[in-house]
């Protein structure tokens, strides 16, 4: 990275990805909320909108827009069509094109979940001197589908998919009682070490996102992650779906403390 | 276990101690706060109370006497000397005795601390639906000497002491925000995981209480522990010290509640 976009407000942004910025959020605009996406056609939002209800840690909503809808007070002047520089496009559960704009996709049935991302309270962590190993391994959060299945809802099921940071042992009970903090975006670990109890075999192969080393005397911790509706449509095969790219979040125009509990 | 002491007030379970009852306390005055002694002629009680400033986690003060009182509001009716089942008296650092009261050894110039015990919080985790294998295997918390120093403070100097309580990788997370509730009784783990962080090498031999089998998918998680002081009266050697035997407490007449933050 040449340029610190850390201090652009979201609405800059936005407006740099809507004009065909392409790379990875983790960084911008320090201090406000970046979200995961995920769009189903109206006939599909039901049951994605119960299965949120059922499976709030994987999917805490922080906002649903109508059908049709493309902007919110979460992105204030802002097109959710354009503003996230990289989307996933489902057809049928399978992704079939990776866009950096969905206008062509785009239809007025379409209903638009904004879901909570851990990135919220990694500057917490950060605040709390807890180190956060792939920020300073300058690598995406590596994150594993497990075994750990959601509670279904309608036509929708999947596994939990879950994101992981190695913590030092002495630091454990500070990262989870940072994180508890922030129940809207994940709140506290679902796992800490372990990880073959969550069927992961392999730590240095995620499902999505980069491995990080876990340095020694660090133990694995694993937080239930926004990416958990892309899998369940990955399963489920809704005739359409669109995700955000792993790592290329919305930012939205919400303060990190906004979602912070006493 | 013939009897069912659970439901002595603390004054009657003192009481059965003071008339020669010798068993290890766990189970006894449901609700009821036990806590750890630790008993130093007076020209030692500064250093100790420094050392308590300095090491509130593994020496959480819940009360300290006057130079030869043997009572207090904690133990009302009770004698500090007769009623906790079993003593270690300590001259020179070395245990010389382990007796079932300690009038033999009482002086006017012993100050009394009374010290949290994490038996206080283990209510608060079955109720919180987290396992405690030490109450299932019907065994006394297993204790391990750590390469973690205390802070010193004067003559006094030692090693951190820990309890062990291994807990389902999927609960971790619980129990670390249940006993962060409870400050005054060594509050949040200090390591979760990773026992040779702490210079641990074998979990099966502790150096204090008893061993516990770690069940498949759990995590050895680690409290500061009240015997702190005594490893410290080891390692430093004062003339003459009295501490409780591992497992054998002082039941106070505080609740366990007395000492839940919010």
Redesign the interface.
Known sequence: MTENLSTLSPAEARARFRAGLVRPTSGISAGYAQANLIIVPAPHAFDLLLFAQRNPQPMPLLGVLDAGQVTSGLLAGGDIRTDVPRYVVYEDGMPVAEPTEITDWWREDLVTFIVGCSFTFEAALVAGGVPVAHQQQGVNVPMYRTSTRCAPAGTLSGPLVVSMRPVP??Q??DA??IT?RYPAVHG???????P???GITDLSRPDFGDPVEIPA???PVFWACGVTPQAAVMESRPPLAIGHAPGHMLITDARDSDYLVP
């Open positions: 042992a002495s454990v009970a989870v009682r508890s506290a670990p679902v796992h800490v070490g372990a073959h109890e969550l005397g660090h133990i």
